[in-house]
C-alpha cells in the first residue's frame, strides 16, 4: 500500500460564556492515514485575541494508524470592559493539529487539520469585592473602618444596593459609606463596565458599660444585590471581624483621715473594684509627703497581691474566679523623724502593667501624727552675766 498521512479532528463546538468565565472544548483527533504520526502538535487561535488558552495535551503526542484520542483547549474570556468580551462578539477559535514527516526518506511534509469552535460573547454582570475579609480590634465606643473595593468586571452596566450588618445586633452600629456619603438602605449603586467604587463598611463598639467584654467577636456583612439586571450569582458578601480590645478602669475607695504616730505602722483598708471590660492586672502605686513608707497585704480570698511589684487580677463579677473586688491594707510606716502636730498625707493608686496610672482610681490618705519618737529641741536664750 502507498503511504498515505491524514488527520481528522472534530466536531466543532459553539458556547456563549461571560467576560472572565472559562469554556472548555473536546475534540477527537484520528490518525485517518497509514502511517505512525509522532511530534503531533496541538495549537490554538482566537480571531479576538483572547491569549488565556490551555491545551491538553500540552506537548506532542504519538498515533498509531486509526488510533485516535481526546484532546481539550480551555479558554478564559477577558474581564471588560474589553473590546474583544463587549456583548454579542463572536470569537472563532482555530484548533489545529500537526506533524511533519519524511515520505520517501528526502522529503519534508506537513500534516494537519484544523476546527473552529465559535464563542458568542453574553451580556453579564460580573462583580468583584476585595478584599474578602477584614479584621480589626478596638475598645468600647471606637470605631473601625473597614474599606471594600467594587468593581464591574461585566460587559453591561450594574444597578445594585448595598447593605451592612453585624451579628451581634443593632448595638453594634454599622453603616455604609461612599466616599462623604452614608448610604440609606435604599440607596443604589450604578457602575458601568471598568468602573469600580470604594465604600466603608463602619462599624461602632458600644460604649463601655453596655457589657460588651474584651475579646468579644463581632462579625459585620457587607452585602451586595443586584437590582438591574438582576443576577443571583452576582450578589455577594463580605464579612469584616471585630475583636473588642481591653478598656481598663476602676474605683478605689475611700479616703481615710487617722491618728498615728512617728516610727509607728498605721494600717488603713480600701478596696478597689475592677470596672473594665474583661479581666485585668492592676498595681498598686503610692506617693507619701513625709517620706513614709507604704506597703500592702491582701485582704480578699482568692486574690493574691504579687509582693514584687504589688500586682493584682480582678474578674468581672463580685463572685467570679477572680472576683471583681480587692479589698487590701495599706501599711503606712510613719517616718520616724515626724513631730506631733505634722501631717502626713499618702496618696494610693492604680497603674496598668505597662505602668501607666489607671485615671480616677485613686485615694487620699492623711494620717495626723500625735506622738514623735525624738525629743523636740528646744532653745534656750544665752545670758551673758
Known amino acids: 500500500f502507498p503511504a498515505s498521512a491524514s488527520l481528522n479532528i472534530g466536531p466543532a463546538r459553539s458556547a456563549a460564556a461571560a467576560p472572565g468565565e472559562v469554556i472548555t472544548y473536546t475534540h477527537r483527533v484520528t490518525n485517518t492515514g497509514n502511517l505512525a504520526l509522532t511530534n503531533l502538535q496541538l495549537s490554538a487561535s482566537s480571531s479576538s485575541g483572547w491569549t488565556s488558552v490551555t491545551l491538553n495535551p500540552s506537548g506532542p503526542f504519538t498515533l498509531q494508524p486509526n488510533e485516535s484520542r481526546l484532546?481539550?483547549?480551555?479558554?478564559?474570556?477577558?474581564?471588560?470592559?474589553?473590546?474583544?468580551?463587549?456583548?454579542?462578539?463572536?470569537?472563532?477559535?482555530?484548533?489545529?493539529?500537526?506533524?511533519s514527516y519524511t515520505g520517501d526518506g528526502f522529503t519534508q511534509h506537513t500534516v494537519r487539520a484544523?476546527?473552529?469552535?465559535?464563542?458568542?460573547?453574553?451580556?453579564?454582570?460580573?462583580?468583584?469585592?476585595?478584599?474578602?475579609?477584614?479584621?480589626?480590634?478596638?475598645?468600647?465606643?471606637s470605631q473601625l473602618p473597614y474599606v471594600h473595593t467594587i468593581r464591574n468586571n461585566g460587559n453591561i452596566a450594574a444597578t445594585f444596593t448595598l447593605a451592612g450588618s453585624t451579628d451581634l445586633g443593632p448595638a453594634w452600629v454599622t453603616e455604609v459609606l461612599s466616599g462623604e456619603l452614608t448610604l440609606p438602605p435604599t440607596q443604589t449603586i450604578t457602575l458601568k463596565p471598568g468602573k469600580e467604587v470604594t465604600v466603608t463598611l463602619l462599624v461602632?463598639?458600644?460604649?463601655?458599660?453596655?457589657?460588651?467584654?474584651?475579646?468579644?467577636v463581632a462579625r459585620s456583612r457587607l452585602r451586595i444585590t443586584t437590582t438591574n439586571p438582576v443576577?443571583?450569582?452576582?450578589?455577594?458578601?463580605?464579612?469584616?471581624?471585630?475583636?473588642?480590645?481591653?478598656?481598663?478602669?476602676?474605683?478605689?475607695?475611700?479616703?481615710?483621715?487617722?491618728?498615728?504616730a512617728a516610727g509607728v505602722v498605721t494600717t488603713i483598708p480600701h478596696r478597689v473594684t475592677n470596672l473594665s471590660n474583661g479581666q485585668a492586672t492592676f498595681r498598686l502605686g503610692y506617693s507619701s509627703s513625709l517620706d513614709s513608707t507604704v506597703?500592702?497585704?491582701?485582704?480578699?480570698?482568692?486574690?493574691?497581691?504579687?509582693?514584687?511589684n504589688n500586682s493584682f487580677t480582678l474578674g468581672t463579677q463580685p463572685d467570679g474566679s477572680p472576683p471583681s473586688e480587692f479589698d487590701f491594707f495599706a501599711d503606712v510606716h510613719v517616718h520616724?523623724?515626724?513631730?506631733?502636730?505634722?501631717?502626713?498625707?499618702i496618696i494610693i493608686?492604680?497603674?496598668?502593667?505597662?505602668?501607666?496610672?489607671?485615671?480616677?482610681?485613686?485615694?487620699?490618705?492623711?494620717?495626723?501624727v500625735t506622738r514623735g519618737t525624738v525629743a523636740p529641741r528646744i532653745y534656750l536664750p544665752l545670758t551673758m552675766r
Open 114 to 141: 484544523q476546527v473552529v469552535d465559535v464563542t458568542t460573547v453574553a451580556p453579564k454582570v460580573v462583580l468583584s469585592i476585595t478584599p474578602t475579609t477584614l479584621s480589626g480590634r478596638g475598645a468600647p465606643g
Open 336 to 345: 520616724p523623724s515626724l513631730l506631733p502636730g505634722q501631717r502626713e498625707s
Open 295 to 308: 506597703t500592702f497585704r491582701s485582704a480578699t480570698n482568692g486574690v493574691p497581691l504579687n509582693v514584687t
Open 204 to 216: 461602632t463598639v458600644p460604649q463601655l458599660g453596655t457589657g460588651v467584654q474584651e475579646g468579644t
Open 349 to 368: 493608686f492604680l497603674l496598668d502593667a505597662e505602668g501607666n496610672v489607671i485615671g480616677n482610681a485613686f485615694v487620699r490618705d492623711t494620717i495626723n
Open 71 to 99: 484532546v481539550t483547549v480551555t479558554v478564559q474570556l477577558p474581564l471588560g470592559p474589553a473590546d474583544s468580551v463587549s456583548a454579542g462578539k463572536i470569537d472563532n477559535l482555530t484548533v489545529a493539529v500537526q506533524t
Open 231 to 260: 443576577d443571583p450569582s452576582q450578589n455577594q458578601e463580605v464579612t469584616d471581624t471585630t475583636t473588642v480590645s481591653l478598656v481598663m478602669q476602676a474605683s478605689m475607695v475611700a479616703d481615710q483621715e487617722v491618728d498615728g
